[in-house]
C-alpha cells in the first residue's frame, strides 16, 4: 500500500486528489496540511511514502518545506506540485530535493503514474517540465560549459544515462543484461563519485553533461 499525504492551500484542489488517490486500490490518504508549517507538523506524526507537495503556499513554501523534509526524512518522497511552466520554481524545487514534478493540470493518470514512480524510488517529470532541463543543456552546449565526465567507467555513465531517460531499475537491467542489485550499485557509486544525494540530482546532471541527447527540434 502506497501511504500519501498532501500539502496544498486550496481545499477543493485537496478533496479532489484525496478523492482521486483513495479510488485507488495501492494506495491511502493519511494526512492533509494546508501549509508548509501545517506540513511538517503532520509529518511529525505520520510518515508518507509519497508526498504531494504545492510550490506556492503561504507562510513556508512547498520549497523551503521540500528542503526541510530531505534534511529531516529523506525516506519521504515528494512530488512537486505547480501551476506554472517556470524554469526558476522548476530548478529550485530540484535542489531542494524533490523526487518528482508535476504541472497541476496533468492528466490524471499521470499524477498517478508520478506517484507510484516515486513510491518505486524513480523520478517522474512532467514532460514539458523535462523540457526546461533540455533547454538548460542546450545553452549550457552553446556556450561551451558542458563536459563529458572522465571519472565514470562506460558501464556508468551507461547507467546513469538511462537513469536520466526514465528507465525504471528493472528496465537497465534487462537492457544491460545485469541483476537489478547490480544496477543499485552502480547508482549508488554514481552519487558517491559526483557528490549528488538522490535521482533526481542524477537527472539533472545527465542532462547538463550530454549523456541525454534533447530529441526533437521543439525542445529547444
Not at 488517490?21 to 511514502?49: F, H, N, T, Y
Not at 523535462?130 to 565514470?152: C, G, I, M, Y
Not at 547508482?187 to 538522490?198: E, P
Amino acid at each position: 500500500m502506497i501511504t500519501v499525504a498532501i500539502a496544498d492551500d486550496h481545499t477543493l484542489f485537496r478533496r479532489g486528489l484525496r478523492y482521486l488517490l483513495e479510488a485507488q486500490p495501492d494506495m491511502d490518504v493519511i494526512g492533509e496540511a494546508a501549509d508548509g508549517e501545517s506540513c511538517l507538523k503532520m509529518l511529525e506524526a505520520r510518515r508518507p511514502s509519497v508526498l504531494l507537495m504545492d510550490i506556492a503556499m503561504p507562510g513556508l513554501d512547498g520549497i523551503s518545506a521540500t528542503k526541510v523534509i530531505a534534511g529531516r526524512w529523506p525516506e519521504i518522497q515528494v512530488v512537486g506540485l505547480t501551476m506554472y511552466e517556470n524554469e526558476h520554481y522548476f530548478f529550485r524545487l530540484l535542489e531542494a530535493g524533490a523526487s518528482s514534478y508535476l504541472l497541476k493540470g496533468a492528466d490524471p493518470e499521470d499524477l498517478l503514474q508520478a506517484v507510484r514512480m516515486a513510491f518505486k524510488g524513480e523520478t517522474y517529470l512532467d514532460p514539458s517540465l523535462a523540457r526546461l532541463l533540455v533547454s538548460d543543456f542546450l545553452r549550457q552546449r552553446r556556450s561551451h560549459t558542458l563536459k563529458v565526465p572522465n571519472t565514470l567507467s562506460d558501464r556508468e555513465a551507461e547507467v546513469l544515462r538511462l537513469i536520466a531517460a526514465g528507465r525504471t531499475g528493472r528496465e537497465i537491467a534487462g537492457e544491460l543484461t545485469i541483476s537489478p542489485h547490480t544496477v543499485e550499485r552502480h547508482r549508488s557509486k554514481l552519487m558517491a563519485k559526483l557528490g549528488l544525494h538522490n535521482k533526481a540530482d542524477l537527472v539533472r546532471y545527465a542532462v547538463r553533461r550530454g549523456l541525454v541527447e534533447p530529441v526533437g527540434a521543439d525542445w529547444e
